[in-house]
Structures are given as C-alpha cells and as structure tokens.
C-alpha cells in the first residue's frame, strides 16, 4: 500500500498504465485526502466525486480495451474556478456567477484531460482573480497548509493548496501578475507561469487580456514538465487569437545541463525596501545551489522594474473592466428580479453580483479610460510597458535566465494586509515578467529560519524560452536536493501528510 502523498504525477501515470494500481482507486484516494483535510484547506469550491470516478472508470476501460493511455493517465487534477468544465459550475469564485453551468471545457482542461488527469474538482480563488491572498473570494477563503492562519496566497490560492495538502497531484492556475507564482510560493510548491500565448486561454474568463496565462502546479518541477507537455500538445489553439505553437518536449529537455550557462541577478532588487532578511538569504542560497551546478551568476540592470507596479495596476483594470462589462444580468450572470427598466437591472445586478474588489478595480479602470485620464495615466503605462519590455530584451543578451524572489516575504495572516494598496505592492518581484510577456517559475526552497514557512526563489526566463527556463529550475531543485529525480519533490504540508489518500 502506498500514500497518494508520496507519488509524483509520472509514477501514478505509469503504475495506472502498468496496472499496479487501477485509476479509480487513485480517484478515490484523492477524494479521500479531500475529504478528511478540506475542512481545514477549504482549497475547492467544488469536488466533482461523480465526473472524477466517471473519468477514472473511463481511463480503467480504455486500459482494458488495450488503448494506450495518456502520460497523465489516472493524475488527480484539480482546476481554478476561472476555467470551464462540462459538467461543473464556473464561479470565479463570484456571486456573479454563483449559479454558471460551464458550457463547453477550455482548451487548457480539455488537453489535460486528454493526457488522462482524473479532475477532482474547481478550485477557490480571488474573486475574478483580483487579489493575492483567496481572502475576496465571495464563497470562502482558503488557508495555508503550512500554517491555517496564514493566506495560500491568491489568486490561484485555492490551486496551490490543494496540491500543498496532497488533495491532488496537479493544479491549473493562471497568472495576470503573479497568482500563480506567488502562491506557489507560500504553500512551497512549484508553480510556473509559461510565456504569454504558449498556453490557450480559450475558456478561461479573462482579466487581464494582454497579461493572463494558464499554468501548473505540481510538487516537483518534473510533474509541472509533464503538465507542459500536455497543455502544449495540439500546437496553437485557433479559439485563442494569442495563442502560439510551441515545442512540446518538456519533459525530455528537463535535465538539460545548466553548465556553462549564465543565470542574471538584479542586485537593484535585492535592495527593494520590504524584502525580508530569510528571502535575501534563500535567493543567496539559490545563486550557490545554481554556480555549484556549474551555472554563470552575471549581474544584469532591469532600470524600470521599480515602475511594473504602477503600470500593472493601470493596464490590469482598465482591461478588467473592459473584460467584465459583459456581466450584465443579462447575457451572464446574475440577474436582480423586479427591476423596472433595463438600467436598473444592470446597475442593481451588478452591485449585488461583485465584491468589493471587482468593484474597485472595475471602477479604477472606468476612471482610468475617461477622456483626461487616458492621457494622464493610461497611454504613460503603455510607454512604461515598452521601457520595461525593452530593459528585459537587453538583459538577454547577457543571460538566459534571471533569478531574482518572488515575494518579499513568506505568506502573511489573514487580515493584515487591510490597505488594497499594500497588497498591490506586494507583487514587486511578479508583475513585470506578465508585462514583458516572458515565462516565470516559482521553485521552493524550503522552510525559513525565521518564519518556519516556505520560500522561494523565481527564476525567469525570455519569451518562448519556457523549456530552457525548466531546465534552469530542475538545476535548482536537484541542486537543492528536494526532489528525487522525477519523483515528488517538495513535501506535502506536515499535518495533512498521509491522513487519508492511501491507495
Ligand atoms: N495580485 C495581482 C492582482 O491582484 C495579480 C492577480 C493575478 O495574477 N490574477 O491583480
């Protein structure tokens, strides 16, 4: 007998494949790991028992049949609340779409499911992922593994949870300005941000248009390869205009030697005031692990990384806002009754279907676009874009990635980050990578001497360059000795481990 707990998304595929064990049986070792620890994650807004036993029965039939099964064959997958998936709700976690019936599945669950994953359920998340903590999640908030009193981080909250409790394998997240990366990076798993269009958005309810990004959670950087692999394979997807081919291949590439190849640090950011002393120590332990790989450390300048935050939160609202106005209780979403005339209903809909901060950034962005403000502030943020995108540009020219933190600090208590503002400045060392359009990785680096919670180190790395990217950060995680070889690397959270999940 064996714990979910302890095996990677390749040794399930393959003991599903060579029958050690039967993908229902995996199905419901997951379902069980749900059952005994949601009640302190709360990472789901839904667990889809029925479509994952249904799923996992339909991959044991196809095994039998003599079909050749997918390289995710029987994974438990859980999904953001944010993608669709026939036969579940898709809230974003919102009033607005408390009662949304998904009516097709995006192409980035479609592919998964395709490669074999068990879906076990829709995960929580910022409402319409605005946030970085779950905490305006309309529904509940979901709490850290490692320590319940503390956010799993947002938006992608609920997704990293659930992998850092052991209640699935694999995750699906997406990224506008960090959330999938920043709560990776508190709940100590590896999340990964691919380049902008290498990943289809078709079926996910955008916020962002010009920065979100669908991309996996795992425990090792191996299972987030083999999630790459499956999110790419198809090639460009014709329902999503930004979507380009990629090479799939991720897996193969993985252990590409980092020899000889040089690893950008940005000592400007290393002094950006709220960085905590255990993060400037982990990214330092990170440039050893990664020169001791035999990698290069070459310092390179990114002179309009401290402007990303302003520029984000101009661009993000005015495209959510854009986004967001096709929810007016007519054509989707919720629909106030007795309204006496068309305005009423949309104005009356509207303020009851959105939280508090949909509403801010809705607004913010309706502010932002009115003739005089367009000028002053969103045309200025689309030139900051470019210098930004153009500062990345000529640090590739001397590095082929750049490791630098995630997050200034570990995950923070419920609560105490009160001031929206706060909060938006704590996605620093995220946003500018959604800017320029690159590929990004949150890899764990363990447990902090002052906090007692997970860090991690970023790495990114240049548009398209999503596999070298991979590389660099399997070089950390072998070099860092969390991992065993393709097997589970970082742990699932001490408290969940092994209470229930037993195959
Ligand atoms: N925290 C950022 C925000 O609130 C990023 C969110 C995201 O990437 N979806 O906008």
Known sequence: MSSLDELSAAEIAVGVREGAFSAEEVARAALDAIDQREGEVAAFLQVSNELALNVARATDAARLRGEELGPLAGVPCGFKDNMQLLGTRTTCASRMLENYES???????????????????????????????????????????????????????GSAAAVAAGEATLCLGSDTG??????????????????????????????????????????????????????????????????????AGFLSALEAPVEGRRVGVV??????????????????????????????????????????????????????????????GVRYGYQEPGCATLDEQTARSRAHGFGEEAKRRQLLGAYLLSSGSYDKYYYPAQQVRTLITQDYLRAWGSCDVILMPCVPRCAFKFGEMSDPTQMYASDMFTISNNIAGNCGISVPLGLGPDSCMPLSAQLQGPAFKDQSLLSFARALERGLDLGRGLGAGAPVAPGFAKRGGEL
């Not at 100590?188 to 902008?196: A, F, L, N, Q």
């Not at 078709?202 to 996996?216: K, M, Y």
Request: net charge negative.
């Open 103 to 157: 009516n097709f599945t995006a192409t980035c669950v479609g592919r998964m499911l395709a490669a074999g994953v068990t879906p076990v359920g829709k995960t929580n998340m910022d409402e319409f992922a605005f946030g970085s903590s779950t905490e305006s999640s309309a529904f509940h908030r979901s709490n850290n593994p490692w320590d319940t009193t503390r956010v799993p981080g947002g938006s992608s909250g």
């Open 178 to 247: 960090g959330s999938i990366r920043q709560p990776a990076s508190f709940c100590g798993v590896v999340g990964m941000k691919p380049s902008y269009g290498v990943v289809s958005r078709c079926g996910v309810v955008a916020f962002g248009s010009s920065l979100d990004q669908v991309g996996p959670f795992g425990r090792s950087v191996g299972d987030v390869a083999l999630a790459m692999d499956a999110l790419v394979s198809g090639g460009a997807d014709p329902f999503d205009a930004s979507s380009q081919a990629c090479e």
């Open 267 to 328: 000592p400007q950011l290393m002094e950006m005031e709220g960085l905590s002393d255990e993060v400037k120590d982990g990214i330092r332990l990170a440039e050893r692990v990664l020169e001791d790989q035999g990698a290069q450390l070459v310092e390179v300048e990114l002179p309009h990384i401290a402007s990303a935050i302003a520029a984000y939160y101009v661009i993000a609202p005015c495209e959510a806002f854009s986004n967001l106005a096709r929810f007016d």
